[in-house]
Every structure is written in structure tokens, then in C-alpha cells.
């Protein structure tokens, strides 16, 4: 794709104003969306957006060229940025590097990231006061290639009922995908592996209430091309997925949209795009705008982990991260 060559101009993001280059360059070819409506999107939902990044180191997944061109998942932010963005310092023990990523509190980091051919916004589950002890909790319902929309939207109603019977509060997200999210803040109390540990309890609770849909079998070979996967493994250190209000980098441009409980039963996950979700945070506001009002013990489900693993069930650490 040739290169936008369309002047560079000045938008005001809040405290900020960030300059953008080649508003015209079209990073979604199949709809003709262009970064400018991208950043007027992020603009539409800032603060849904920032609530969900706030104060979270991120992984940025760029496109320079396009959903056209090669994907880029940058951690680091380059040299040059402005003096008012905000990064945190991260450790990633495998390459035995630090990384400063970015760290958002404001409309302003997010318009940057874009003019930086930003288009998924991709955080940890911690934030920079201790990155290393999450504060969110994340139900990954991830279908296989075979699995019917209709089995996701039931297998969310019995995670729905398991978090009811926990006295949890969780907080529904379309993927932007196939797929379902489920949020729950918890106190950070605990490090990745008993956040991982209870995670895994969780999905295993939900299989055993709908065994003919879900799966929790690690290896790909050994699941149902059907059925659900919980992905408890979401949760494990450095592991990111897209936010709520990120923009998929897929033609259709869908996005990671919270709903309600109640819209699942007939929910359609195409829905919800860049062109639509605006209407819907100006209609409806940010359906996770209490998602920070209490936060959540894992007592119990630490306690029903410490049960499947006397009973012989493998635990988390016993599989490959």
C-alpha cells in the first residue's frame, strides 16, 4: 500500500494536544477507515478506555501500514516520545530484560499510541504500583474453531451462576472476536501463579456444570474442535489480551464492547464496530464504569484448587506456561 502522504494535523486529547500524521492513511482497506477515524473512535470512548488501561503496563499491537501490512507488538516505547507520557518499568525474566511500557492515565497517551499506528491497546491484569500483583482476575471464554456462538452465550450464563454462588461480581466483554470476556477485580493480594491456580478452579467448576460444552484440557490436540475453552491461562505473568473499548485489528474493525448480562442471550458479537460503539458509550456510558467499586476475595477458589489438586487433577504449574 503506498504510504498517505495528507498533511499532519493537531488534535486536542484533554490536557494535550497530540499531533497526528497522515489522518487520511486507511487502516481498515474493506470499510475505508482512516487513523483519523480511529483517533476520533478513542476519542468517543475515552473514558471507558482509559478506565481500562489505567495506570496497567501495555503491549501496543501496531499496524504502520495498515491491517495491509505486517503487525508489529511492541512493548517499549521508542525514544522521542513527549515528556508527558507515561511509562512503567517491567522485568521479563525469560530474556532477562526491562522494558518501559506504556503506562495510561490519560485521553492523550491513548491518541499518541494511535498516532503511533496503534490500533489493539493490549495490558497486563496489574498496575505500576506492584506490577507483580494483579488486581484483575480474567475469564477468557475462548471457542474452538467448531464451537457455535450459541454454546458461548450458554457457557457464559453457568460462569455467570458459578460467580453468583461465589457472591462475585464480573463484569461481561465481547472479545472483539468469537469470543467472551469476563472481568473481576480482586484485591492484590496474590502473585500471578495463585491468580493462575484460581483461575483454573474456576474452569474446572464451570466444566463440571456444563461438561457437553467446556473444556479445560490444556493441549490443543486433546479438546473438542466444539467445545469452549475457559483459558484460565490468561492470567499467567506478561499474558495480555485486548482490553474493553480496544479496536480489533480484523476487517470487520470490531471491538472488545462491554455488555450486560442481560444482552448475552441474543448478543451478536459483529455488532459491535468502530462505526457503532460510539452511539452505544453516548447512549448507554461505560457498562464497566463500577468495575472498580469492590474488589474481590480468592479465598475460595483457592480452596477449591487445593481440593482438585489432593484429589489428583494436575495444577497449573504442572503444565507448560
Known sequence: MAASTSPAIMIDAGDHEVRV??????????????????????????????RALRERPCMLHRFPDGLAGDKVHQKRVPNGAPPWLETVRVFFPRYKRYADELCVTKPADVIWAVQMSTVEFHPWNSRRADTEQPDEWRIDLDPMPDCPFDRVRRVAGVAHEVLDDLGIIGYPKTSGGRGLHIYVRIA???????????????????ERRAPQDVTTAWWRKDRDPAALFVDYNQNARDHTIASA????????????????????????????TVRTVPARFAARGDLHAR????????????????????????????QAP
Open 21 to 50: 500524521s497522515n489522518p487520511d492513511r486507511v487502516y481498515f482497506p474493506q470499510l475505508g477507515i482512516t487513523k483519523l477515524d480511529l483517533v476520533n473512535y478513542y476519542l468517543a470512548v475515552g473514558d471507558g478506555i482509559v
Open 245 to 272: 473499548y480496544s479496536v480489533r485489528g480484523v476487517p470487520e474493525a470490531t471491538v472488545s464492547t462491554p455488555v450486560d448480562w442481560s444482552e448475552i442471550p441474543a448478543l451478536d458479537p459483529h455488532d459491535f
Open 188 to 206: 492484590p493480594e496474590w502473585g500471578f501463579a495463585d491468580v493462575r491456580r484460581a483461575a483454573l478452579a474456576f474452569a474446572r467448576e464451570v
Open 291 to 318: 468495575i472498580d467499586d469492590r474488589h474481590f476475595s480468592l479465598d475460595t477458589l483457592l480452596e477449591w484448587a487445593q481440593r482438585d489438586e489432593a484429589a489428583g487433577l494436575s495444577g497449573p504449574e504442572d
